[in-house]
């Protein structure tokens, strides 16, 4: 079997990833000029959008971060069908100052109305100064005439003053442009992730000086929101469910009447008397969010996408075939093009970040599409390699940026299997009764030894009880109900006597996920039947109420972390035997073994003292299913024949 694995993990990587395509340097590939088709793996995200672009529908997109949402919907901004785009312009309203008046008008005009406006208040207010400059003069004038020259500088200042102060404000009746659009222009894309209820909905400034003549004219403090500058465009909302209820609900209305008033967002502020005529805002939405976003998501306002656009869910992987290679090299090239500054990416750079992203996916015969933690990869590995001033990057490049780039997780996996090493939390030679070295996921590119323990004592109570410590999650906890329904039938012993004691050691964070279940079954059969366990081994698998080793996720990240701490076995399920695509450091550190059952997790994590009777009771329990299945079909088939 070792042979077998060998030979799959050799084969891997040393397969040629890039056989039949012509491509030398990522500088010869096209990127494609329009956003949309810039998109890889997410054929579906992509047909919808071009729909709900001809047919002004709104859309809704749920997915891992990274995988393009942010990028279709700034793509949709651009299918849009061409149409006349509007300036929106606040007026003074001298019936009411606190309810401005809203103007619509042809992209560009109206920083043209306002200029008009503006030059005319500014002609007004230079020949009112120059009456008031020969007013003050002709009185100066006079008084000197009259030889009152004391008195006439009195009279000149006071009428000066009065006159100022009295003196109306052309600016306050200026309009104020609300809302800008060039002319021919593609429809706006605003991204309103993360935004207030002022910077979603719009607002009104405090004014501190709110009389006396030298207050903010209501009309001149009133601010657009997110919604009225998406007008005619696309307003994309990035965790959706962040979103207060009472900004879910004003939204909903905006997409409802396609128009929302502004008004004070503070009901502190003078600004809360202010509320302007309708301001139209008629927009096309895209929310986003991880698939958590749909419970803190407003319902009705779930529905209303629902009923008027469509739901999308964005594929985290795709197939790995030479067409979406192709597909990945073109990424490449678009990263590249995009920040710039870097080298392009030369045949050996392009084969290692693919092979990255097959890691990544977790998946055998998929590519990863969180590009952009790939885009990062790239990013890092160009700046090393123009930090050598090379002409393109390579895979050496490639190689350095895995180790520079590591994310938070893997840091902390790194410095915590250290560490447990120097105090003995990680055991990695000789044997232990109920101690098993289980592995763990950190984060999505990191994984971690989870030491497991387990010790049996006589019951206190009525009945025998489990009791597992370390912070278990709900899945987690109906993991050690699946392992508990087993153990009698491999240790032939009555366990409604016996409280089993399970630690889950170092597991500050909690545990989630039933990937230990193999390790607890081999733990607390170990210390039931007295049977120690091989140290310098780890396993990871889930377990059937039957005893079948079921896949897991992140196989590839744990058999690395079992390398770094010095472990020299790794038992995975079999299934998962198509996912491992552990770096070449790691293939001469560690043994794989992809087992099926529990007998072969058992065969080979435990040390008996009589091997040899040992694996006869493992066959004999493996043998049981299928005498009892032939029992069930002979008397059926006695059924069948009377």
């Not at 009472?246 to 003078?270: M, V, Y």
């Not at 656009?309 to 090239?333: H, S």
Request: aromatic residues 4%.
């Amino acid at each position: 079997m070792q042979d077998t694995v060998s030979n799959i993990l050799e084969k891997k990587t040393d397969e040629d990833l890039l056989q039949g395509s012509a491509i030398t340097s990522s500088s010869e590939v096209t990127v494609p000029p329009r956003l949309i088709d810039q998109v890889i793996g997410q054929d579906a995200a992509v047909e919808v959008i071009k729909k709900a672009a001809t047919q002004r529908r709104h859309v809704m997109m749920i997915g891992n971060p990274g995988t393009g949402k942010s990028m279709l919907a700034k793509a949709m901004a651009e299918l849009l069908p061409k149409e006349e785009l509007k300036d929106i312009l606040v007026y003074p309203n001298v019936e009411d100052s606190n309810n401005p008046i809203i103007r619509t008008v042809a992209a560009g005009r109206g920083k043209q109305i306002v200029a008009a406006h503006k030059a005319e208040a500014a002609k007004r207010k230079q020949m009112r100064n120059t009456l008031v400059m020969l007013l003050i003069f002709g009185i100066i004038g006079y008084a000197l005439i009259a030889g009152q020259a004391l008195m006439g500088i009195i009279a000149a200042a006071f009428i000066f003053m009065a006159l100022q102060y009295s003196r109306p404000r052309e600016d306050a009746m200026i309009p104020k442009l609300l809302v800008s659009s060039e002319p021919n222009s593609i429809a706006p894309f605003i991204d309103g992730t993360g935004s207030h209820a002022g910077a979603l909905l719009g607002d009104v400034r405090h004014d501190p000086f709110q009389s006396g003549g030298l207050e903010t004219p209501a009309h001149d403090r009133v601010e657009a929101g997110a919604i009225h500058r998406a007008n005619g465009g696309v307003l994309f909302i990035d965790e959706i469910n962040t979103l207060t209820p009472h900004s879910q609900q004003n939204l909903l209305t905006a997409l409802q009447e396609g128009e929302f008033p502004i008004t004070g967002q503070s009901e502190r502020s003078s600004g809360a008397m202010v509320r302007t005529e309708a301001v139209p805002c008629r927009f096309i939405m895209i929310a986003a969010g991880n698939l958590d976003a749909m419970q803190g998501m407003h319902p009705a306002l779930r529905s209303r996408i629902r009923g008027y656009g469509y739901e999308v869910y964005m594929q985290d992987t795709m197939l790995d075939t030479p067409e979406n290679r192709e597909k990945f090299i073109r990424f490449i090239a678009q990263e590249v093009k995009n920040d710039g500054k870097i080298p392009h990416f030369d045949r050996s750079a392009i084969e290692e970040v693919i092979r990255e992203a097959q890691r990544r996916s977790n998946r055998k015969g998929h590519l990863t599409l969180k590009l952009r933690e790939m885009g990062g990869l790239i990013r890092v590995a160009g700046d090393i390699a123009r930090q050598e001033s090379a002409d393109v990057t390579s895979a050496r490049h490639v190689l350095a940026a895995k180790n520079t780039a590591r994310s938070i997780e893997q840091q902390i996996s790194d410095e915590y299997i250290h560490r447990s090493r120097d105090y003995d939390l990680t055991v990695v030679t000789g044997t232990q009764v109920g101690r098993v070295n289980g592995l763990a996921v950190m984060g999505a590119d990191s994984g971690s030894v989870l030491p497991i323990v387990a010790e049996v004592t006589p019951t206190q109570g009525a009945a025998g009880t489990v009791i597992a410590t370390g912070l278990l999650k709900e899945i987690a906890q109906e993991s050690i109900k699946n392992v508990s329904a087993i153990l009698k039938k491999f240790t032939g012993k009555d366990i409604k006597n016996m409280d089993i004691h399970i630690q889950f050691i170092g597991t500050y964070g909690g545990v989630e996920g039933d990937s230990a279940s193999i390790s607890v079954a081999t733990a607390v059969i170990s210390a039931i039947e007295g049977i120690p366990v091989k140290q310098d081994l780890a396993m990871t698998g889930s377990l059937s109420v039957r005893g079948d080793v079921l896949p897991i996720g992140g196989v590839t990240y744990k058999i690395e972390a079992a390398a770094k701490a010095g472990i020299k076995t790794v038992i995975i399920p079999k299934a998962n035997l198509g996912d491992v695509l552990i770096e070449d450091r790691y293939r001469s550190m560690v043994e794989v073994i992809p087992v099926a059952h529990i007998e072969e997790v058992l065969e080979a994590a435990l040390v008996p003292q009589n091997r040899e009777l040992f694996l006869d009771k493992l066959k004999k329990i493996a043998a049981e299913p299928v005498k009892k299945a032939l029992e069930s079909s002979a008397i059926g088939g006695t059924h069948l024949a009377a």
